[in-house]
Nanobody, 116 residues
Framework: QVQLQESGGGLVQAGGSLRLSCVGS??????MAWYRQPPGKQRELVAA???????NYADAVKGRFTISRDNAKNTLFLQMNSLNVEDTAVYYC????????????WGRGTQVTVSS
């Protein structure tokens, strides 16, 4: 079974930092990404990373967040610095598994709450 499991969420004060992790199992993965869903809003892309390391970031997090991956450990990371209240959301891990036909998988999410 293919599975993604996030960890590292929690409560942090504005200006602080947090590091999220996502461990994949059951497959290796090509593209991976972090999405988030603020309260009462739709899910949005935060950052994406290809297997060899090319990255893309949402404008709202550029310069503050860093996405990375460890392919040997099937793990995705999101380093979040200079957090603000607007970053409060459930953060979801997303990944494309090496399978035919191609299929995208989602983790169950981890809550990040930033207090003022």
């Amino acid at each position: 079974q293919v599975q993604l499991q996030e960890s590292g969420g929690g409560l942090v004060q504005a200006g602080g930092s947090l590091r999220l992790s996502c461990v994949g199992s059951g497959s290796t993965f090509s593209g991976m990404a972090w999405y988030r869903q603020p309260p009462g809003k739709q899910r949005e892309l935060v950052a994406a990373i290809a297997r060899l390391g090319s990255t893309n970031y949402a404008d709202a997090v550029k310069g503050r967040f860093t996405i990375s991956r460890d392919n040997a450990k099937n793990t995705l990371f999101l380093q979040m610095n200079s957090l603000n209240v607007e970053d409060t959301a459930v953060y979801y891990c997303n990944a494309n598994a090496y399978e035919v036909p191609p299929r995208t998988y989602w983790g169950r999410g981890t809550q990040v709450t930033v207090s003022s």
